[in-house]
């Protein structure tokens, strides 16, 4: 195996295929759609890694991770720093650093920042393209409670998010710095 190219972009490096080392502060972030924390996702954007997904979301307090949802494949969620609260089977759970939670396929949840200060957490599941084949997106009250429930239950993506428009930019993560 080869080491991967790696170049400069606005919003930062950008790696290929191959094998690489990259510090997260120096890596390719964007902001989705406003209220959804920064998104960096540390698998090459030309060769997606076929068999998980790892990324880093950072929130500020009262942004989410996504909509609250279930979906066929199992997560796990490190929180790195900060602190956030996660909504798990309709029931929350205050989260703070070095805190994991695990969720199996099919248990709902989401993530929401909390405190004072942004909450930077390590998301490792399936990859993106095998994780959006089959999400559920309940109408839940304490999800609502955080602004992370759909109103009404479907199982689609582009109906539980047509509301919040999806506009990726090139704005950078509050945290980290690069090392």
């Keep these: 195996m080869y080491e991967a190219r790696v170049v400069e972009t606005e919003t930062g490096k950008v790696e290929g295929d191959g094998w690489f080392v990259l510090n997260i502060g120096d890596a390719g972030w964007e902001r989705r759609s406003p209220g959804f924390g920064a998104r960096c996702g540390l698998d ?96 839940d009250a304490v999800a609502a409670r955080h602004g992370a429930s759909v109103a009404q239950t479907t199982d689609s993506s582009k109906q539980a998010y047509a509301e919040r428009p999806y506009a990726v930019t090139g704005e950078r993560a509050p945290w980290p710095e690069s090392g």
Excluded: K
Aim: glycine share 10%; hydrophobic share 35%; net charge negative.
């Design 44 to 139: 090459a954007r030309d060769a997606r890694f076929p068999h998980f997904g790892v990324n880093v979301c950072v929130m500020m307090p009262g942004e989410s991770n996504s909509l609250y949802h279930a979906e066929d494949t199992q997560e796990g969620f490190l929180v790195l720093d900060g602190e956030c609260v996660a909504v798990v089977e309709g029931s929350e759970r205050r989260l703070r650093r070095w805190d994991y939670l695990h969720s199996p396929p099919g248990t709902t949840h989401v993530l929401v920042g909390a405190g004072d200060r942004p909450c930077a957490i390590l998301m490792i599941g399936a990859p993106r393209s095998s994780s959006l084949s089959s999400i559920h997106y309940p109408q």
